[in-house]
């Protein structure tokens, strides 16, 4: 049995998680209003019951209109309200990829300046996409006469002596790795941290 404190400390991970399958779903209406159900699920990655149980929330708040063309196609429009609450969720979710950038140029750099000032002057940096594309154009603005960076994807690319890994990925480090990890994005507190 779940104890009520758990289930409040869970809440806004869920009403997060349920406005990011939200967002999904209108951005797949908006694209293709005349689908059916199973379009949907199929073009949000989520399963069908969760899709019939977001279009009634959806429909119940107002956001979209369910109308049938005939009787077996189904039409999903955004109303004016569904129209400017998507506007503004995805505005949400653009600044709060700005701002998880922006936590990981900081954090970055506090820990370069930090190792550097202490003497360390080979880094290895795991990350991948666009976090390893930031994290590039970050190292490369510090001036850090003779400091060598060194990018990997995934933690089995770096090599076994290396003393420090600064870790941009939701990959976790494997347990058998004999050197230091510092994790410079907490992707799963991101949210609550940034705010």
């Known amino acids: 049995m779940i104890e009520c404190s758990t289930i409040e400390r869970m809440m806004p991970a869920i009403a997060q998680t349920l406005d990011e399958s939200e967002l999904a779903l209108m951005r797949e209406i908006s694209r293709d209003p005349v689908q059916t159900q199973r379009g949907l699920s199929r073009g949000t990655g989520m399963s069908l019951g969760m899709t019939n149980l977001l279009l009634k929330r959806l429909a119940r708040k107002g956001l979209i209109k369910i109308g049938r063309l005939d009787w077996k196609r189904t039409q999903y429009l955004l109303t004016p309200k569904g129209a400017l609450e998507k506007a503004s969720k995805t505005y949400d979710y653009a600044l709060y990829t700005v701002r998880l950038f922006r936590q990981l140029q900081e954090n970055v750099t506090t820990v370069l300046r930090r190792e550097y000032s202490d003497g360390r002057r080979a880094f290895w940096i795991v990350a991948q996409n666009e976090l390893e594309g930031a994290l590039r154009e970050t190292v ?15 933690f089995t690319e770096v090599p076994s002596d290396a003393e420090l890994v600064l870790a941009a990925t939701q990959d976790g480090a494997p347990s058998n790795l004999t050197m230091r990890v510092v994790s410079l994005v907490d992707f799963l507190d991101a949210e609550r941290r940034l705010k």
Do not use: I, K, P, V
Not at 143 to 152: D, E, I, L, V
């Open 140 to 154: 490369s603005d510090l001036a850090m006469h003779g400091a060598r960076f060194s990018f990997a994807r995934t």
